[in-house]
């Protein structure tokens, strides 16, 4: 009896991304507590903030963003090619993430509250040969 | 509730023991502290042993090694707050009347192992790929934000870490004893902008202890019992970008009102701290968590030489810090901060960290500290953060 394959998948390499037929219809959405209003990245049970049940309005993101803060890594963990600007992003519907930017790995080359635009990008793939995506931030 | 002292502490020298069972590290911290109080190991009624990696059982463990006299052991992790987690049950059992004598345990066995290894599959795993999430990123960001908000120049951070490698030269049991000048540390290289290595803790090996009593009791074992004047844990309350980034600042001053409130004391009356300065940058954030300075000022705080043992900036490096320093800024405290070297020299094994700093406080309050004795210590504050997110903070007074 022949072994039945999986064929390969493209997954999202984190909850709140959302894959679209090609990369340019990926987008990241969040949850909206309808008690108190407070924004999460991607599902979510529970609300951290006022402890309500639900129930949650998912909410579709844009590809703006801003940059609260960043950080450039020059020990990475081995897999990752270093330095790279690792940062926090504001976006316009309320809620913030992590992310990487990508530019050139100076301090002065990111500027707090510098804009930015999301796109998706193929990240890494497993044993099985399905592909993760994920999304990057560049200079608006 | 009872008031509770301590009685003996301890800490064995941080560094690397690869030739020993961590089981044996924290035996040989529990036996010093025995010693330390006079007490023998068949009069503890009770142990709280912190450690992280190798939580399970190790508190039972460690009484194969120590004695085996069938008490109850309670095994603690908290992340970086495991340790002093473990002081704060001994405390309580204590406080609340259960137990008249217990043992507060931490020690760690980290090896050489780094902290940036990833865990499960790679294929999966998000960092590097969508920001990151390692310690070095975190407290890079916090400072960063810190930057953002006042100003602060990587030199400011820098000098934490002048003054910690300072302080610990006069430090036998630190992991290091070495001095480095403002140029070396900014020379250094780069881990997670603005943190170079020196601006970094290390990682290590280590155990520390501490023996509790009620404080009726504490005069038959010492002269010199030290009040536990407060003993708060706190875990991070909901704000904005806290499931992004770690808030290390809202769950350290809800711990600070409640400790001052409890202890009925001011920042101003802490003759010292001991704080939780995994990288340089959490160091300057904590000074204005805790209230040692005013909001925005940590930068000129450190320049200004208050949280240096003497209170002044070394001769030596005066030069040095003047380009960063504020002529015209009055410090709020003269709290000494970090005067045993700090997690930056003195290191960093997670269970033992808790423990350790209280240790440090103890030997100042009783007059034992040598070299670097803060001069007439009355009260200090041991001050722990784990991510994510506990916060601890133990006022003891003389």
Known sequence: MAETVAAPEIRPLVPHLRIGATREEDYLFGSKCSTCGAMYAGPRLFCGKCSASGPFEEVKFGRDAEVHVFTIIHQATPYVKAPYVAAIVDLPEGVSINTNIEVDPKPENVKFGMKLKMYTEKASEDKEGNTYIAYRYRPA | ?398
Not at chain 2, 134 to 151: C, R, T
Not at chain 2, 301 to 327: L, M, R
């Open chain 2, 1 to 398: 509730m009872r008031e509770v002292a301590v009685i003996g502490v301890s800490m064995i020298k941080f560094g690397r023991y690869p030739d020993r069972d961590v089981s044996q590290l924290a035996a040989q911290a529990g036996h010093e502290a025995l010693t330390d109080a006079g007490v023998e190991m068949k009069t503890i009624e009770a142990l709280y042993s912190g450690n992280l990696y190798q939580t399970s059982g190790s508190g039972q463990r460690i009484l194969q090694q120590l004695g085996q006299t069938g008490i109850p052991v309670v095994n603690v992790a908290n992340a970086c707050a495991t340790g002093s987690t473990a002081f704060r049950e001994a405390y309580f059992a204590i406080a609340s009347g259960a137990y008249d004598i217990v043992m507060a345990l931490g020690s760690e066995q980290m090896g050489k192992q780094g902290l940036l290894g990833s865990r499960g599959d790679p294929a999966t795993s998000l960092e590097g790929r969508v920001g990151s999430y390692m310690m070095p990123a975190v407290f890079g960001m916090a400072g960063m934000e810190h930057s953002k908000q006042y100003g602060t120049q990587p030199e400011h951070f820098a000098l934490a870490s002048v003054k910690n490698h300072y302080h610990s030269t006069q430090n036998r049991l630190a992991q290091y004893q070495k001095e480095s000048p403002l140029d070396e540390v900014m020379n250094g290289r780069m881990i997670a902008y603005p943190n170079t290595l020196l601006m970094c803790c290390p990682t290590g090996d280590g155990a520390a202890a501490a023996i509790l009593c009620s404080m009726d009791k504490a005069r038959q074992y010492t002269t010199q019992p030290i009040k536990v004047a407060a003993s708060v844990l706190t875990s991070d309350p909901w704000t904005d970008r806290d499931l992004s980034l770690p808030d290390i600042n809202t769950l350290t001053k809800n711990a600070a009102k409640i400790a001052y409130e409890t202890a009925g004391i001011g920042p101003e009356d802490l003759s010292q701290v001991e704080l939780h300065d995994c990288f340089a940058t959490a160091e300057l954030l904590h000074y204005e968590n805790l209230g040692l300075c005013e909001e925005g000022m940590a930068g000129k705080h450190v320049a200004s030489g208050a949280p240096w043992i003497g209170n002044k900036i070394p001769t030596k490096y005066q030069e040095d810090v003047a380009p960063f320093q504020d002529k015209t800024y009055k410090p709020k405290t003269t709290t000494v901060v970090n005067a045993s070297g700090g997690l930056l020299s003195k290191g960093h094994p997670l269970g033992a960290t808790g423990v350790a700093n209280i240790a440090e406080i103890v030997w100042h309050l009783r007059g034992q500290a040598g070299a670097r004795q803060v001069e007439g210590s009355k009260i200090g504050m041991a001050h722990v953060i784990g991510l994510c997110s506990a916060c601890t903070l133990n006022v003891l007074q003389k």
